[in-house]
């Protein structure tokens, strides 16, 4: 695994988020799954995406919301492109998942 996955993977180890067990298939594999505590985090953070874009389309209408929508769609695969060109940078950003 890569240093920055398995930090990463780490740090939401430490935050109680996942956990990692023994692979019943393969004895010198680990098997990486969501706890409680981070399936609600997943569930929260989709309602508050959620809210977020409700409010957004009261404000700026729903045709508006819709073609953000599809231009957003359009742009991330053009930044992980760009992400994935950038060797240069070893400092992702940071994740705070506490």
């Known amino acids: ?3 920055l996955s398995d930090g990463r ?3 939401s180890r ?3 988020v ?3 067990i023994a692979d019943p298939d393969d004895g010198r594999a680990k098997r990486v799954r969501f ?3 981070g399936v609600d985090a997943i569930h929260h953070g989709l309602e508050v995406l959620r809210q977020i874009e409700q409010e957004l389309a009261k404000r700026i209408g ?3 919301m819709a073609a953000l929508g599809v231009a957003l769609a359009e742009l991330a695969p053009a ?3 760009l992400g994935a060109q950038d060797s ?3 400092n992702p950003p940071p994740h705070n998942l506490r």
């Open 1 to 3: 695994m890569a240093r």
């Open 9 to 11: 993977l780490q740090e």
């Open 14 to 16: 430490d935050c109680k």
């Open 18 to 20: 996942v956990e990692i």
């Open 35 to 37: 706890t409680r505590r």
């Open 62 to 64: 729903a045709k508006p």
């Open 79 to 81: 930044l992980e492109a």
């Open 88 to 90: 240069g940078s070893t």
